[in-house]
């Protein structure tokens, strides 16, 4: 009782800062648990409702905000009757196609009666891993933000495949809340804040109040499970990477119970309702904050330990002559961890090398890399403006 007062003293103390900021830029995440009802599918009209009314609010105060919402798939299953979300992809992308017009038609119908414009956003991951279409999508965002528009971000399902989604919209949420330099974020989900355990199922489960760094988690001795409505695809292990992922973009991140949104205004006044998670300073290079949580890996190099030290103490580039194994098959310009002999990530970053070439040279001085490959070669293989420490 006593650490979760402090925490929650800790929480009133850093609002008081935030509060001071008249408009902010807030991202709210809603998940399909919280959309639908789990024994039909069908959406809860009355939530999403509130949700519209309360976000309205919140434009008509001055902040800027951003929804994320799931839903397409859920709501595509009720509209064709489907009694389970489909596991074959082509289905599922169809039944997203269905589902999708149907909830932005439920989302205009009510922010037109409250005056409120808004606009569909649609995204697959491949709109942020190219560098000029993440820029790109970062001016949209901010052109409609200026315009007093609240933008409703779904995960392109009808065109994403495998290799190029998102996984979940909790992912999408914290990448959009980065993208916009958003002072919140807010995943609402089917709990009311996150737990020791599952409160579901563990009666002796500790609510947490504030987590102040991710490493706290193992203090806490977090456990996280699976959505339990059978129409969603993120469990609490989502939300708590969401909350990665924008706390080092400099976003302070709330899970909290969507089943009552205007806990959202409460929140940001104040209130200590939900779990917090505090914010990292907000990163200057935003080019290496895109690379190590926008990018997907796509390969993996083992260094010895000369190369380790000299990239985690002497903030080096990599060199080929530090690469003892390479793992997988990548392009140059892709992105790859680097990792030390045990296995463990050290760092990620920009590969100048084919996969194939890399291993040709792997081990090697770098002088001695234009007369192995048969041309000349850059120098190095992760340049250090390309580099960054995990």
Not at 1 to 20: E, G, I, L, P
Not at 92 to 108: E, I, N, P, S
Not at 157 to 180: I, Q, R
Not at 273 to 290: D, Y
Request: hydrophobic fraction near 40%; include cysteine; aromatic fraction near 4%.
């Amino acid at each position: 009782m006593a650490t979760d007062n402090r925490q929650q003293s800790t929480v009133n103390r850093q609002q008081t800062t935030v509060n001071r900021q008249h408009t902010q830029t807030i991202v709210v995440k809603i998940g399909t648990s919280t959309l639908t009802r789990s024994t039909t599918g069908n959406l809860a009209l009355s939530t999403i409702a509130t949700l519209v009314e309360v976000l309205t609010n919140l434009r008509h105060q001055g902040h800027q905000v951003v929804l994320v919402s799931s839903g397409a798939v859920g709501v595509g299953c009720a509209r064709l009757g489907l009694t389970e979300r489909p596991r074959n992809i082509a289905l599922k992308q169809a039944v997203a196609a269905v589902g999708q017009g149907r909830l932005m038609r439920v989302y205009d119908d009510l922010f037109t009666t409250l005056q409120q414009p808004i606009a569909q956003v649609l995204l697959t991951r491949h709109d942020l891993v190219q560098r000029s279409s993440y820029v790109n999508a970062s001016n949209t965002f901010g052109q409609l933000l200026r315009l007093g528009v609240i933008p409703i971000v779904n995960e392109n399902d009808t065109v994403a495949v495998d290799e190029l989604k998102f996984g979940d919209n909790d992912t999408l949420s914290a990448l959009v809340a980065s993208l916009v330099e958003a002072d919140w974020l807010f995943v609402l989900t089917d709990v009311d804040r996150l737990y020791s355990a599952d409160p579901r199922s563990n009666p002796d489960a500790q609510p947490i109040a504030l987590v102040q760094s991710m490493a706290q988690l193992t203090e806490f001795q977090v456990k996280t499970g699976d959505s339990r409505s059978g129409w969603g695809t993120g469990g609490m292990v989502t939300k708590i990477e969401a909350a990665r992922i924008a706390t080092a973009s400099g976003v302070r991140t709330v899970i909290t119970n969507g089943r009552f949104p205007a806990n959202i205004e409460k929140i940001i006044n104040g209130e200590s309702i939900g779990t917090q998670f505090e914010p990292q300073p907000r990163p200057v290079n935003a080019r290496k904050h895109w690379i190590a949580n926008v990018l997907i890996p796509v390969g993996k190099l083992y260094l010895d330990a000369g190369a380790v030290n000299a990239i985690t103490q002497g903030g080096k580039s990599l060199l080929a002559a530090g690469i003892s194994q390479i793992e997988g098959e990548f392009q140059a310009e892709d992105a790859v961890r680097l990792c030390d002999t045990e296995g463990k990530e050290i760092a990620r970053g920009l590969v100048n090398y084919h996969s194939l070439e890399l291993r040709q040279i792997q081990g090697c001085k770098s002088d001695q890399i234009a007369e192995i490959l048969g041309y000349p070669g850059v120098e190095t293989v992760v340049h250090r403006d390309n580099l960054v420490i995990v």
